[in-house]
């Protein structure tokens, strides 16, 4: 009697083992499908974001970072005015040593003068020197901006010429530019004096810049054959 009832137990227990065997199996799948949901989210965006990143600036992130730096720059501003205090002399006191020394460093590198290359080159260390030099007077920009409104933001339907006119200050600032630029460079002219003892040896100055560059690269293997020539003595 005992076995038979342990016969019928068994096809019970091994029905219920199946059942939770399979409902193991479903829970699986069912977080597998879950993940698998979750990774194709999170690819998605990553494919999003990746997409906004290739349309921004190549210097977006260096850009965004100097606005942030700007932005804690002005509160601090604000803040030592709030207090009566210079932000100059609290900026400094904040700087180490050490932070001073590679800032100084750096500031003697920006831009270095490296000589004369081309013109090309010279022309766009002028440019880059002079832009450094200008200071936007946003209050004026501000006033532009009521007056003109859309106008003042040209598009190419926009007829530009003959209809500004610079003001004074401007214009005596362009001058004043203008002369301190023909100062320097008459104080850093590179022509040479002429020389009346030289000897002449050229028939028109072209002919005289040709023989100097001779002399410099080739006058030491020449000397001894001019000196011959000079006293007749050359065989």
């Not at 210097?59 to 604000?78: F, Q």
Request: glycine share 4%.
């Amino acid at each position: 009697g005992s076995s038979g009832s342990e016969d019928e137990a068994r096809p019970g227990t091994a029905a219920a083992a199946a059942a939770q065997k399979r409902e193991e199996r479903l829970r699986k799948f069912r977080e597998l499908h879950m993940k698998r949901n979750e990774a194709r989210k999170l690819n998605h965006q990553e494919v999003v974001e990746e997409d906004k990143r290739l349309k921004l600036p190549a210097n977006w992130e260096a850009k965004k970072a100097r606005l942030e730096w700007e932005l804690k720059v002005e509160e601090k501003k604000k803040e030592c005015a709030a207090r009566g205090e210079d932000y100059e002399r609290v900026k400094l006191l904040e700087i180490s040593a050490e932070d001073a020394e590679r800032w100084e460093r750096k500031k003697k590198r920006k831009n270095p003068d490296l000589g004369f290359s081309d013109y090309a080159a010279a022309q766009l260390r002028q440019y880059q020197r002079l832009t450094r030099q200008i200071k936007p007077d946003l209050e004026q920009y501000e006033k532009l901006k009521e007056q003109y409104g859309e106008a003042l933001y040209p598009t190419s339907d926009s007829l530009l010429h003959g209809t500004h006119v610079p003001s004074k200050e401007g214009v005596d600032r362009m001058v004043a530019d203008l002369e301190k630029q023909i100062e320097k460079r008459e104080k850093y002219s590179r022509r040479r004096p002429y020389n009346d003892d030289a000897d002449i040896d050229y028939i028109n100055e072209r002919n005289a810049k040709f023989n100097k560059k001779a002399e410099r690269f080739y006058g030491k293997y020449t000397a001894e054959i001019k000196q011959n020539l000079e006293r007749g003595t050359a065989v």
